[in-house]
């Protein structure tokens, strides 16, 4: 994915998105299901990610 790329962009918004307001919930499965036809496996590639962050892999020290 580059920067200009809708899938970033969507990937982005995520990020600032609010899950304690009404609003936020209801649209998430929306992004998601976009990113998801822009890019197969996106999602699941950064829960991969955000998960082996978890479990140590990828730091340094």
Known sequence: MTP???TTRLLAVLQG???TSADGRAGIGS????IERLAPGAVLQ???R???RALGWGRAG
């Open 4 to 6: 200009e790329d809708p």
């Open 17 to 19: 998105l609010d899950l």
């Open 31 to 34: 992004l998601l299901s976009e």
């Open 46 to 48: 950064q829960a991969a």
């Open 50 to 52: 955000i998960e082996l």
